[in-house]
Protein backbone atom coordinates (compact mmCIF):
# COMPACT_ATOMS: atom_id res chain seq x y z
CA UNK A 1 0.00 0.00 0.00
CA UNK A 2 1.22 3.25 -0.66
CA UNK A 3 2.19 6.12 2.08
CA UNK A 4 -0.70 8.36 0.35
CA UNK A 5 -3.48 5.84 1.24
CA UNK A 6 -2.06 3.78 4.31
CA UNK A 7 -3.96 3.33 6.95
CA UNK A 8 -3.66 4.63 10.35
CA UNK A 9 -4.74 2.63 13.86
CA UNK A 10 -6.13 4.77 16.96
CA UNK A 11 -7.03 2.13 19.57
CA UNK A 12 -6.67 -0.51 17.66
CA UNK A 13 -9.23 1.00 14.88
CA UNK A 14 -8.41 1.30 11.75
CA UNK A 15 -8.84 4.85 10.11
CA UNK A 16 -8.69 5.66 6.07
CA UNK A 17 -7.03 7.94 5.29
CA UNK A 18 -5.63 9.93 1.76
CA UNK A 19 -3.14 12.38 1.00
CA UNK A 20 -4.19 14.72 -1.37
CA UNK A 21 -2.34 18.19 -2.51
CA UNK A 22 -0.45 17.78 0.54
CA UNK A 23 -3.30 17.43 3.31
CA UNK A 24 -4.52 14.48 4.95
CA UNK A 25 -8.20 13.58 4.40
CA UNK A 26 -9.68 11.14 7.16
CA UNK A 27 -12.68 8.72 6.80
CA UNK A 28 -15.54 10.43 9.27
CA UNK A 29 -16.91 7.66 9.52
CA UNK A 30 -13.57 5.25 10.42
CA UNK A 31 -13.36 8.21 13.42
CA UNK A 32 -16.61 8.51 14.41
CA UNK A 33 -16.57 4.57 15.13
CA UNK A 34 -13.16 4.62 16.80
CA UNK A 35 -14.06 7.67 19.37
CA UNK A 36 -17.52 6.19 19.77
CA UNK A 37 -16.68 2.53 20.16
CA UNK A 38 -20.53 1.91 18.04
CA UNK A 39 -21.25 -1.38 16.67
CA UNK A 40 -22.18 0.58 13.28
CA UNK A 41 -20.46 3.56 12.77
CA UNK A 42 -22.08 4.74 9.63
CA UNK A 43 -25.69 4.64 11.33
CA UNK A 44 -24.18 6.74 14.16
CA UNK A 45 -23.43 9.61 12.04
CA UNK A 46 -26.19 9.17 10.20
CA UNK A 47 -28.55 9.40 12.76
CA UNK A 48 -25.98 12.68 14.23
CA UNK A 49 -25.86 14.48 11.07
CA UNK A 50 -29.96 14.18 11.02
CA UNK A 51 -30.12 15.00 14.51
CA UNK A 52 -28.37 18.22 13.98
CA UNK A 53 -29.82 19.55 10.51
CA UNK A 54 -33.65 18.44 12.50
CA UNK A 55 -32.42 20.83 15.32
CA UNK A 56 -31.86 24.17 13.03
CA UNK A 57 -27.94 23.33 13.16
CA UNK A 58 -25.21 23.07 10.29
CA UNK A 59 -25.35 20.49 7.36
CA UNK A 60 -22.93 17.89 8.00
CA UNK A 61 -22.45 16.91 5.13
CA UNK A 62 -22.52 17.24 1.27
CA UNK A 63 -25.45 16.62 -1.70
CA UNK A 64 -23.61 13.98 -3.52
CA UNK A 65 -26.77 12.46 -5.20
Given amino acids: ?3 EKK ?3 FQDKK ?3 ILHN ?3 YFSVV ?3 GALTDSTDAKDYW ?3 KKRELDSGGVELSTFCR
Avoid: Q, S
Wanted: aromatic residues 12%; without cysteine; hydrophobic residues 55%.
Fill in 30 to 32: DVV
Fill in 1 to 3: MID
Fill in 15 to 17: IRR
Fill in 7 to 9: LVV
Fill in 46 to 48: YRL
Fill in 22 to 24: NEW
